[in-house]
């Protein structure tokens, strides 16, 4: 079973037709710290970090959330 931080990283990975450069500036999140979600070197991104991210893809934080990569199998 995947592990949530894995999915986090591959949802925003599949939702950035964006560099992270221009996601974290869209979104206020520290360009290391989106790198760092999405290489997996975060094990805990921290749900406002999230909540920013989704953000900056101009979704909700339960949108970013409705994705199977989240639904346990």
């Known amino acids: 079973m995947m592990?949530?931080?894995?999915?986090?990283?591959?949802?925003?990975?599949?939702?950035?037709?964006?560099t992270l450069y221009e996601l974290s500036k869209v979104s206020g999140v520290a360009q290391t710290t989106i790198k760092d979600i999405v290489y997996g070197r975060s094990k805990n991104p921290g749900i406002k970090n999230i909540e920013r991210i989704a953000n900056g893809f101009g979704m909700s934080v339960r949108d970013f959330f409705d994705d199977d990569l989240f639904i346990s199998k």
């Open 3 to 18: 592990k949530t931080f894995e999915a986090i990283a591959i949802r925003i990975s599949n939702l950035s037709d964006i």
